[in-house]
C-alpha cells in the first residue's frame, strides 16, 4: 500500500470536538470494538451519524452472533482486503484474527488454510473486481461441494468480503496512514511512485485534467447546473432514450484511463492473493453483451430483493446495511464548499448512479444525462480510479479534484463510493445466491 503518495486527511485536520458528546461515545464504543480508536474511524468522525451505522454494521458483522466463527470472518477480511493491496486493513484484521484464537501459521498465506477457505477464493476475486460474472454456479459450487458452506455461512463471507473490498476504497481515497504503533506507521517508505509522472499521458487520465474544474467554472458553475436541474421539470425520456444516455455514460467511463505504473504488490500482502493479475475491466467491454446484459435495478434492486433476502440468511444484517446505504447516500448538510443552503440530492444521486454504471447496473429511472452535467471528466476519473483501482491512486490525484470542497465533503464523496461500491458488488452476490435457492 503506498500510503506516502496519498493524502493523509486524518493527520490533517480531524473534528474531534471533545464537546460533542455523540462523537466521544462513538470514539467509546470504537475503543472497546478495537482496543484503539483507529485512523479510519477518527476520519469518518466527520460524520457522526454514519460512523455510528458503519460501526453498528461492522461490529455486527466481525464480534457478535452469526454464522461463520471467528477466526473465519477476520480472515475473510484479509483476503477481501489483499485483492485491493491494502496493508492497512490487512494489518488490523491480523491482529484481531489472532486475538480471537486464529492459528497464526494461516497468517503464512492461503497455502495454510482450510480448503474451505482456499475454495472460496475464486468468488473473493470475481467479487472484488468483475461482480458481474459470479452466477449461481459458484455459489452452487461451495455450497454442494466437499468443505460445504451453509447457505448462511455464504451470505455471512460474502457480505464480508463487500464490506471489506468497497472499505479498501475508502482507505486509499481518503489515504490513510498506517496506525502509529504499525511498521513504518506515519512514515514514507522507499519504493514510493513518484507523483510526477504516476499517470500516462493519455489526454482522458486523471492527472491530464487537473484543471477542469477550474476551466468548466468550478463550484460556482456546478451549483448553478444542480439548481437548474432541481428546479427543472423532470424530462419525459422515452425507454430508447435513457438506454442510449446509459450506454453513452458506460462508454465515456471506458474511455477514462488510470495510472498505468500499477504499484507491485509486496510480499506480505501477496501471500493472501490468488491470481493478483485479475483485475477490473471495464464492463462496457465485457466479452459478450448478450451473456452479460446491463443489470437492471428494477428486476433485482435492494430495496425490493436484496434486504429481504440478506434479512432471511443472516439475521437482522439488511437492516444494517439498509441503515448505512441510506445514511450514506442522504446525508447533507446543506452545504458546498462555503456555500449554505445548497440542494446536493442531483450530485449525490449522478455519483451513485454512476458507480452502479461503471459496474453494469442500470437505473431504469434515471435520467443520465445528469451523471455527464454534474461529474466533469476530472472527477469520473477519481471516481472510477478510487472504485476499480484504489490502489493505484497518489496524492496529485485526490489534490486535484473538488479543490473547493471541504475535507469533510471530500470525505462524504469517499463514503458514498465506498457505499455505492459494496451495494453494486452485494447486488450480484445475492442474486446469484437467489437464482441458486430457485
Same mark, same amino acid.
Given at each position: 500500500?503506498?500510503?506516502?503518495?496519498?493524502?493523509?486527511?486524518?493527520?490533517?485536520?480531524?473534528?474531534?470536538?471533545?464537546?460533542?458528546?455523540?462523537?466521544?461515545?462513538?470514539?467509546?464504543?470504537?475503543?472497546?470494538?478495537? @482496543?484503539?480508536?483507529?485512523?479510519?474511524?477518527?476520519?469518518?468522525?466527520?460524520?457522526?451519524?454514519?460512523?455510528?451505522?458503519?460501526?453498528?454494521?461492522?461490529?455486527?458483522? #466481525?464480534?457478535?452472533d452469526g454464522p461463520l466463527p471467528f477466526d473465519y470472518r477476520h480472515y475473510?477480511?484479509?483476503?477481501?482486503?489483499?485483492?485491493?493491496?491494502?496493508?492497512?486493513?490487512?494489518?488490523?484484521?491480523?491482529?484481531?484474527? #489472532?486475538?480471537?484464537?486464529?492459528?497464526?501459521?494461516?497468517?503464512?498465506?492461503?497455502?495454510?488454510?482450510?480448503?474451505?477457505?482456499?475454495?472460496?477464493?475464486?468468488?473473493?476475486?470475481?467479487?472484488?473486481?468483475?461482480?458481474?460474472?459470479?452466477?449461481?454456479?459458484?455459489?452452487?459450487?461451495?455450497?454442494?461441494?466437499?468443505?460445504?458452506?451453509?447457505?448462511?455461512?455464504?451470505?455471512?463471507?460474502?457480505?464480508?468480503?463487500?464490506?471489506f473490498h468497497a472499505l479498501s476504497t475508502f482507505v486509499f481515497g481518503c489515504?490513510?496512514?498506517?496506525?502509529?504503533?504499525?511498521?513504518?506507521?506515519?512514515?514514507? /517508505?522507499?519504493?514510493?511512485?513518484?507523483?510526477?509522472? !504516476?499517470?500516462?499521458?493519455?489526454?482522458?487520465? #486523471?492527472?491530464?485534467?487537473?484543471? @477542469?474544474s477550474d476551466e468548466e467554472g468550478g463550484l460556482s458553475a456546478l451549483m448553478?447546473?444542480?439548481?437548474? #436541474?432541481?428546479?427543472?421539470?423532470?424530462?419525459?425520456?422515452?425507454?430508447?432514450?435513457?438506454?442510449?444516455?446509459?450506454?453513452?455514460?458506460?462508454?465515456?467511463?471506458?474511455?477514462?484511463?488510470?495510472?498505468?505504473?500499477?504499484? /507491485?504488490?509486496? =510480499?506480505?500482502?501477496?501471500?493472501?492473493?490468488?491470481?493478483?493479475?485479475?483485475? *477490473?475491466?471495464?464492463?462496457?467491454?465485457?466479452?459478450?453483451?448478450?451473456?452479460?446484459?446491463?443489470?437492471?435495478?428494477?428486476?433485482?434492486?435492494?430495496?425490493?430483493?436484496?434486504? !429481504?433476502?440478506? @434479512?432471511?440468511? *443472516?439475521?437482522?444484517?439488511?437492516?444494517?446495511?439498509?441503515?448505512?446505504?441510506?445514511?450514506?447516500?442522504?446525508?447533507?448538510?446543506?452545504?458546498?464548499?462555503?456555500?449554505?443552503?445548497?440542494?446536493?440530492? /442531483?450530485?449525490?444521486?449522478?455519483?451513485?448512479?454512476?458507480?452502479?454504471?461503471?459496474?453494469?447496473?442500470?437505473?431504469?429511472?434515471?435520467? *443520465?444525462?445528469?451523471?455527464?452535467?454534474?461529474?466533469?471528466?476530472?472527477?469520473? =476519473?477519481?471516481?472510477?480510479?478510487?472504485?476499480?483501482?484504489?490502489?493505484?491512486?497518489?496524492?496529485?490525484?485526490?489534490?486535484?479534484?473538488?479543490?473547493?470542497?471541504?475535507?469533510?465533503?471530500?470525505?462524504?464523496?469517499?463514503?458514498?463510493?465506498?457505499?455505492?461500491?459494496?451495494? =453494486?458488488?452485494?447486488?450480484?452476490?445475492?442474486?446469484?445466491?437467489?437464482? *441458486?435457492?430457485?
Open positions: 500500500m503506498v500510503t506516502e503518495n496519498i493524502i493523509c486527511v486524518c493527520c490533517q485536520v480531524v473534528p474531534v470536538d471533545t464537546e460533542d458528546e455523540q462523537t466521544k461515545l462513538l470514539f467509546m464504543e470504537a475503543f472497546i470494538q478495537n @482496543n484503539r480508536v483507529p485512523n479510519i474511524i477518527q476520519l469518518m468522525s466527520y460524520h457522526p451519524d454514519y460512523l455510528d451505522c458503519f460501526l453498528k454494521t461492522q461490529h455486527y458483522l #466481525l464480534h457478535e475473510i477480511s484479509i483476503m477481501a482486503c489483499g485483492r485491493h493491496q491494502c496493508s492497512y486493513l490487512i494489518k488490523l484484521q491480523a491482529q484481531e484474527f #489472532l486475538l480471537h484464537g486464529g492459528n497464526p501459521e494461516w497468517l503464512k498465506g492461503i497455502d495454510y488454510v482450510p480448503q474451505k477457505l482456499k475454495d472460496f477464493l475464486e468468488i473473493n476475486k470475481i467479487l472484488a473486481h468483475r461482480p458481474w460474472l459470479i452466477t449461481k454456479e459458484h455459489i452452487e459450487k461451495l455450497i454442494a461441494g466437499k468443505n460445504r458452506w451453509s447457505l448462511s455461512e455464504l451470505t455471512h463471507a460474502l457480505i464480508l468480503c463487500t464490506h489515504g490513510l496512514n498506517d496506525e502509529i504503533d504499525f511498521q513504518n506507521g506515519h512514515t514514507f /517508505s522507499s519504493n514510493h511512485v513518484d507523483n510526477d509522472d !504516476s499517470y500516462s499521458s493519455d489526454s482522458s487520465s #486523471l492527472s491530464d485534467s487537473a484543471n @477542469n448553478a447546473r444542480m439548481k437548474e #436541474l432541481t428546479e427543472r421539470k423532470e424530462e419525459e425520456l422515452t425507454i430508447e432514450e435513457r438506454l442510449k444516455d446509459f450506454a453513452k455514460v458506460e462508454s465515456q467511463s471506458a474511455e477514462i484511463t488510470t495510472s498505468q505504473k500499477i504499484p /507491485s504488490p509486496r =510480499a506480505d500482502i501477496l501471500r493472501y492473493v490468488e491470481d493478483p493479475n485479475f483485475t *477490473y475491466k471495464d464492463f462496457a467491454k465485457r466479452d459478450s453483451v448478450t451473456e452479460i446484459p446491463s443489470f437492471r435495478a428494477q428486476d433485482y434492486s435492494w430495496e425490493e430483493h436484496g434486504f !429481504s433476502l440478506a @434479512n432471511r440468511l *443472516y439475521n437482522e444484517i439488511g437492516t444494517l446495511l439498509d441503515d448505512k446505504f441510506n445514511m450514506a447516500y442522504n446525508l447533507t448538510y446543506y452545504t458546498m464548499g462555503n456555500n449554505t443552503q445548497v440542494d446536493t440530492s /442531483s450530485f449525490r444521486k449522478a455519483i451513485w448512479s454512476y458507480i452502479h454504471c461503471m459496474y453494469g447496473i442500470r437505473h431504469d429511472d434515471y435520467n *443520465y444525462g445528469e451523471v455527464n452535467q454534474l461529474l466533469e471528466r476530472n472527477l469520473k =476519473a477519481y471516481i472510477k480510479t478510487v472504485t476499480c483501482y484504489p490502489e493505484r491512486l497518489t496524492k496529485k490525484d485526490y489534490d486535484g479534484v473538488m479543490k473547493e470542497f471541504k475535507h469533510s465533503e471530500k470525505v462524504h464523496v469517499n463514503l458514498m463510493l465506498l457505499e455505492a461500491r459494496m451495494q =453494486a458488488e452485494l447486488l450480484y452476490a445475492l442474486r446469484a445466491v437467489m437464482k *441458486y435457492m430457485t
